[in-house]
């Protein structure tokens, strides 16, 4: 089981706005880092630290952090942002890394 | 161009072994830590082990402890995963990703992950 606590599902109307949460004691310690992984392909890294994108992530993504919760935004979605979204950072201890369980999300 | 290419999967039959490797170009593989995530067929990701960029450190999921073996080359910009004591639920696609972080220590990521190789334990 994960120790990062993810909706297993989530739709948002085309062009509307959503969140995605994450949750777990290590959130106090880390910030997560999130995922985007499309059917057959590898996971592509989209917000990492406190709200980082990385170079040709749109900015429609977005990160926050609050206590042992993490959200990664999406505003003004997009056909092409469905997709399994995965958050992840180390464990309380440092030694080991983990992943939530990872929420599908579903443009309608 | 950054990039890691996984190859070594197949098929191979409970209690074998398999040794994955992931080839790296276009960066300073010395300079990073690496780490091993898999994921089973319509599952999630799962994190298998870290290796430290000078490979001292090491760990480990639970679920591999024992029977997985991470390492690096990095005179060879390669990094390896022993796989001994196989079972059915060790088959999944196999990634090698490298690892990010802030220097002081809030957060760490994955930024390079390559496509993956398939390794699937049955008889």
């Known amino acids: 089981s994960s120790e990062l606590t993810q909706d297993p599902a989530v739709s948002v109307a085309l062009g509307q706005t959503v969140r995605i949460t994450c949750q777990g004691d290590s959130l106090r310690s880390y910030y997560a880092s999130w995922y985007q992984q499309k059917p057959g392909q590898a996971p592509v890294l989209v917000i990492y630290g406190k709200n980082n994108r990385p170079s040709g992530i749109p900015d429609r993504f977005s990160g926050s952090s609050s206590g042992n919760t993490a959200s990664l935004t999406i505003t003004g979605a997009q056909a092409e942002d469905e997709a399994d979204y995965y958050c992840?950072?180390?464990?309380?201890?440092?030694?080991?890394?983990?992943f939530g369980g990872g929420t599908k999300l579903t443009v309608l | 161009e950054v990039q890691l290419v996984e190859s070594g999967g197949g098929l191979v039959q409970p209690g074998g072994s398999l040794r994955l490797s992931c080839a790296a170009s276009g960066f300073t593989f010395s300079s990073y830590e690496m780490n091993w995530v898999r994921q089973a067929p319509g599952k999630g990701l799962e994190w298998v082990s870290y290796?430290?960029?000078?490979?001292?450190?090491?760990y480990y999921a639970d679920s591999v402890k024992g029977r997985f073996t991470i390492s690096r080359d990095n005179a060879k910009n390669s990094l390896y995963l022993q796989m001994n004591s196989l079972r059915a639920e060790d088959t999944a696609v196999y990634y090698c990703?490298?690892?990010?972080?802030?220097?002081?220590?809030?957060?760490?990521?994955?930024?390079?992950w390559g496509k993956g190789t398939t390794v699937t334990v049955s008889s």
């Open positions: 990703a490298r690892e990010n972080y802030d220097i002081l220590g809030y957060y760490y990521y994955m930024d390079v």
């Open positions: 992840n950072s180390r464990d309380s201890s440092g030694n080991r890394v983990v």
């Open positions: 290796i430290s960029s000078s490979g001292s450190t090491i």
